[in-house]
């Protein structure tokens, strides 16, 4: 069922670059691609969650499993990508691939951790995937519709854009990717942040802000394991 699953999360990311034109851009630059590709994996992911498991450590495996069969979906996705000569095999070299797709780990795995607790609470998977979508959407679309308030803010709190600009997880990404997307012609066109001087996110910040937060969803998800566990073994009045 989970193998299931991850063929139809790997078919369905290979249409998304497909459809972007991503196997027969030549003159796409390769970090760029990287960028479309992992981003497109992180909001896909949550659509092909297996689901929480019966107890925590059955949920935390499938957490860990499914960021990593989502990382490896996107590396399998860039390989093709060079080895039909998109970009060339030299414009995705290994090693910018790992890091592009560790990254996508921990936005995975933070994503499935905040999942797996809505899973929890409100026992519905298919509402908590799609709630996960939306809120990570929104999130990596921060510096596009939090822009113009943080430019005002920025008068009196000048570090306010960059903070916006960090919460992104589609920043973390660019990031390891090596893509400067808040300043790509688009951004320029239709966001007021691409003219400001927005500093880059710190890598071991980043890093750190998702093993903290990570660790925050694992706890308040072993404590709903935890309540959950009570309310099942407590007796109901008959």
Known sequence: MIGA??????????LAAGAS???????AAPAAQRLTVTAACALLAPLAWPGRGATLRTT????????????????IVLRAMAATGAMGA??????????????LALVVATTHAALALLETLCRETEAAARGAVIALALLGALPLWLGPAAELASGRRPWIVGAVAAASPLSHLALACGDDWLHNAWFYQHANLAGLQVPPPDPGAVAAGYAMALAALL??????FSGAARRLATPRPS
Do not use: T
Not at 5 to 14: C, Q, T, V
């Open 5 to 14: 699953r991850w063929a139809l999360l790997l078919a369905a990311l290979a």
């Open 21 to 27: 034109g991503a196997f027969g851009s030549a003159g």
């Open 60 to 75: 935390v495996g499938r957490i860990a499993g499914w960021s990593l069969a989502a990382a490896a979906a996107a590396a």
């Open 90 to 103: 030299a414009g995705q070299p290994a090693s910018r691939i790992a890091a592009a797709c560790a990254m």
């Open 219 to 224: 706890a308040a998800l072993a404590w709903a």
